[in-house]
């Protein structure tokens, strides 16, 4: 991440990055993909049964990256263009790092654009709230606050994974997903504190976010499964420390978080999605499902 | 790069790997022997900075310049851009983004250079918006398939990179130093689009027909690029060409620039398998050079003039864009002269 746009707010809303984490990435990395070999033969490895697990981070990640990407020269400015490129291009990142390990451990031995390019709808594993058509700036500085927040606290816990590949790749996530949570928390400050209709309109955007945002902590079976295990991190323990980050970034913001709300999305870990989910799947897919077995 | 014995990874293959780049880039900007008179530094080739004494038109010619050089990187963002969600593959998709990250970073680093002269960021978008400054016109071209991708890549980057390496020695210094950066990231975007292109045509029948579509478009478009004739009988007509040349904002003129050009693609275009569209490309012995056919330079003027096929689009997306974020920037404009209040009341 380069940019933190326009003006600068003087107290960090976030703490500093302290933490590089990078031995963890590196040694995972020099050591052989572990299943990797066993993968040839087709069967599912019985000793990691977590696959479906890292799709739903793979997949929350895969799918946000689509959604920004769409903000490319659609910002308010040149620099934010850059800023919500360089996030995109992050969580990109986080997913490339884990599906070919997905390939590995699922027995299917597929690669990165095998998860990408090929699976239909019922076979995604994210969350609703990153597949929601493109809105406003201030519903993406909502959205981004929020997933930011949950993802600090996710691969925070995640860099004690039982399972190095997962705890390399939360560790370098950890770094990235810091910025983003900075970015968006400096936007919503600035808009909460801006003007009049800025405020209304991030007021507005938290609100309209808020049906999106259980799903985030709901303790679905493979998280259960995962956390079990070690190599997860249970979604309900990461509540309260998310909702306390966007709690604080808000009340800077001169903001008011909102309560409750009568409709909750869910069904997302389990393939089941809302309608703006086929669309975007369309779109990502159908030149590498036009030309079957291309290569690019 | 290419895991392949046909391409050498160190052969040149657009202007910023040349001898010419690395001359120009390393073009001595020191001037302690002729004071700051304006015509002393040009005659000694040396450069001019923002705070010299320069004529009021060099001034102007070079705002001009600039801003029609950033405006293009920002309106050129949007024929890939639109491709970002499209990407046939992951690692296509993480390359464009980056892409057309560098084009807004290109963009900024110009406008930074145009205010060096006295002029603001927010005016000279005005201008862009209200049609009063142009862009390149080739972004006016649609992009219709993922190969026109490739094809801008290797041909437009290709022949950007050919305009600007001379620039890296404009007289102008902060143009110069933002050449010599920008240079350096086409020749990435220009390699990647020849990769594009090179994969494709080693691809499906219909990946190579569509490479060869993207090349068959956009080859007379990038040959356009360089702009109207102006060696020979042309040179007579005027145009900038001969006051930016004494002015050392200019450096070759553009039919000499367009033969290099052809003279460094027609190898390339042979190494991927494309067929130039151009029945009368062939190499000329006694010139040393390829000759190549007559541009429809009717169609140049047109699209120069606002009928092309995508003028009216580039423009709406882009002040779509602007309009829709004015909320935004005044937000941010209103909390910074709120805390800069609070601080100064707080130190007093």
């Known amino acids: 991440m380069s940019d933190h746009a326009t003006a600068p707010v003087t107290e960090p809303v976030t703490e500093p990055v302290t933490d590089p984490a990078t031995s963890a990435t590196e040694s995972a990395r020099r050591e052989p993909l572990p299943g990797a070999a066993g993968s040839a033969d087709g069967g599912a490895h019985d000793d990691k049964p977590y696959a479906g697990y890292l799709l739903g981070l793979a997949d929350d990640a895969m799918v946000y990256a689509q959604r920004l990407g769409e903000w490319m020269t659609n910002a308010p400015q040149i620099e934010e263009d850059m800023a919500l490129g360089n996030v995109a291009l992050d969580l990109l990142g986080q997913a490339r790092g884990l599906y070919p390990y997905i390939g590995s451990i699922d027995g299917t031995g597929r690669g990165e654009d095998d998860y990408a390019m090929l699976r239909d709808e019922r076979e995604w594993r994210n969350v609703h709230l990153v597949e929601q058509e493109r809105g406003d700036f201030a519903d993406e500085m909502a959205r981004l606050l929020w997933f930011s927040a949950y993802q600090v606290e996710l691969h925070a816990g995640l860099t004690d994974s039982s399972d190095d590949i997962v705890a390399g790749v939360a560790g370098k996530a950890l770094k990235e997903v810091r910025y983003h949570l900075d970015h968006a928390s400096l936007w919503v400050v600035r808009l909460g504190d801006g003007t009049d209709e800025s405020h209304a309109r991030m007021q507005a955007a938290l609100e309209r976010v808020l049906p999106q945002l259980a799903e985030l902590f709901d303790d679905d079976e493979a998280s259960v499964l995962a956390a079990g295990l070690g190599v997860g991190v249970l979604p309900s323990t990461l509540h309260d420390a998310v909702v306390a980050r966007v709690a604080r970034v808000v009340e800077q913001a001169t903001l008011t978080l909102p309560d409750g709300s009568r409709w909750r999305s869910r069904g997302g870990r389990s393939g089941i999605h809302s309608r703006p989910m086929g669309s975007l799947l369309a779109e990502l897919q159908h030149i590498a499902r036009s030309h079957p077995g291309a290569t690019w | ?178 050449m010599i950066r920008v240079c350096k990231e086409e020749s990435f975007h220009q390699r990647q689009g020849f990769e594009i292109l090179w994969n494709l045509m080693r691809g499906t029948e219909a990946q190579r027909a569509m490479a060869q579509d993207a090349a068959d478009r956009w080859w007379w478009p990038a040959l356009a690029m360089f702009g109207p004739p102006d060696t020979g009988d042309a040179a007579a007509k005027g145009g900038h060409t001969e006051q930016s040349m004494a002015w050392g904002i200019k450096r070759f003129a553009n039919d000499d620039l367009r033969q290099k050009f052809v003279d460094m693609m027609v190898p390339q275009a042979e190494k991927l398998g494309i067929v130039l569209p151009d029945p009368q490309l062939r190499w000329n012995d006694e010139r040393g050079h390829y000759d190549f056919g007559e541009i429809d330079w009717d169609e140049f003027w047109q699209v120069l003039r606002g009928d092309g096929p995508c003028n009216a689009e580039r423009i709406t997306h882009r002040r779509r864009a602007h309009d829709e974020g004015a909320w935004v920037r005044e937000a941010a404009n209103a909390y910074a002269a709120k805390h800069a209040t609070t601080a100064e009341e707080s130190a007093a």
């Not at chain 2, 040009?42 to 060099?58: C, F, G, L, S, V």
């Open chain 2, 1 to 178: 790069m290419y895991g392949n014995d046909v391409i050498d990874p160190n052969e040149p293959l657009n202007a910023a790997e040349t001898d010419a780049y690395e001359a120009a880039a390393e073009h001595d900007d020191q001037r302690d022997t002729v004071g700051d008179d304006f015509d002393a530094l040009i005659a000694a080739d040396q450069r001019i900075e923002p705070r010299d004494a320069m004529p009021d038109t060099y001034r102007e010619t070079l705002i001009r310049q600039i801003a029609q050089h950033a405006h293009s990187e920002i309106i050129g963002m949007q024929p890939e851009g639109n491709w970002i969600t499209r990407a046939p593959s992951l690692r296509r998709k993480a390359i464009l983004i980056a892409k057309v990250q560098d084009e807004a970073g290109h963009g900024l680093y110009l406008y930074s250079a145009a205010e060096t002269l006295g002029i603001d960021r927010q005016e000279l978008l005005d201008r862009l918006h209200d049609g009063k400054q142009k862009y390149s016109s080739i972004f006016n071209y649609p992009t219709l398939t993922w190969a026109d991708c490739g094809a801008i890549g290797w041909l437009v980057d290709g022949a950007a990179i050919m305009n600007q390496v001379p620039l890296c020695r404009c007289s102008y210094g902060p143009y110069a130093r933002a």
